[in-house]
């Protein structure tokens, strides 16, 4: 069983993606598929609600890294937002906060990209 | 169970749809000699990093191959091996990870044994004939 969805939203221009339950090795292929077929549709500026993220291994970070270079030469962004303590950890482990935007609420990363 | 010793065992298909069912099975064994829910985060992404390399490196995504794991505790420690008889892993070939560098080259592996190392307080690799064992220790 796979325990772990993505809904998608839209707010104006940006695709705001709720992620919820155990990002692996197993799972990382749904979030992989989702943003490749964002960036096909020249979607390019993202929030990803990490709100109902209980669990994220490093394949789960390798989707973030595979596709953030495309979305920001095409003028977008990924951004991050309402991580746990226990997800932000494994992020901040791998250096991930100098090299990404990880906010703690929707509202922030909604303001970022209107800017 | 102070001062006592506990071992349990499972052996499970390499495939990733066991990945949950994994990190279960540690996270029971922590959960029940008391460790904390730090530790327990820890253990559980730990046995998943080296687990998804087997899967991935040791037997290329082969989901007819076993990996066999152990996990066990004294008052002092608590230790997971997880056993392979696919391609063996040479640590001393590792570097750690740069991440701009692997952005730029698109390159989204090789986190997973920096990881471990950061999260257990012992790792090591030992080959014997055609098995490969990894075994992380955790003080406690």
């Known amino acids: 069983m796979k325990n772990f969805s993505i809904a998608t939203r839209q707010k104006d221009h940006v695709t705001i993606l709720d992620i919820s339950g155990e990002l692996d090795a197993h799972t990382a292929s749904q979030l992989e598929n989702v943003l490749k077929s964002l960036i096909d549709e020249e979607s390019y500026s993202i929030i ?3 709100s109902g993220l209980d669990y994220i291994a490093s394949a789960g ?6 596709y953030i270079e495309d ?3 095409l003028g977008g962004d990924i951004k991050l937002t309402n991580m746990n303590d226990r997800v932000y950890n494994v992020f901040d482990l791998l250096g991930f906060p100098t090299l990404y935007d990880i906010l ?5 990363a909604l303001t970022s990209f209107e800017n | 169970m102070a001062g006592s010793k506990q071992i349990q065992t499972l052996s499970v298909e390499a495939s990733t749809k066991h990945l949950a069912e994994v990190r279960d099975f540690v996270a029971a064994h922590a959960e029940n000699i008391g460790l904390s829910q730090k530790d327990i985060s820890e253990i559980r992404l730990a046995v998943d990093e080296a687990y998804t390399n087997i899967i991935k490196h040791a037997y290329k995504n082969s989901p007819k191959e076993k990996v066999n794991i ?3 505790s004294d008052s002092d420690q608590l230790w997971i091996s997880l056993v392979d008889k696919g391609k063996s892993f040479d640590p001393s070939t590792y570097s750690e990870p740069d ?3 692997r952005i730029k080259e698109k390159k989204r592996g090789g ?3 920096y990881l471990i190392r950061k999260l257990m307080d012992q790792v090591q690799y ?3 004939g055609q098995t490969n064992e990894i075994r992380m220790v955790k003080n406690i």
Do not use: Q, T, W
Request: with cysteine; hydrophobic share 40%; aromatic share 4%.
């Open chain 2, 111 to 113: 986190m997973g044994v």
């Open chain 2, 99 to 101: 991440l701009m560098k």
């Open chain 1, 71 to 73: 979305v920001r030469s």
């Open chain 2, 70 to 72: 152990e996990i066990g």
């Open chain 2, 126 to 128: 030992n080959r014997r």
């Open chain 1, 61 to 66: 970070l390798g989707v973030f890294m595979a």
């Open chain 1, 48 to 50: 990803v609600n990490c």
């Open chain 1, 104 to 108: 703690e609420d929707e509202r922030e």
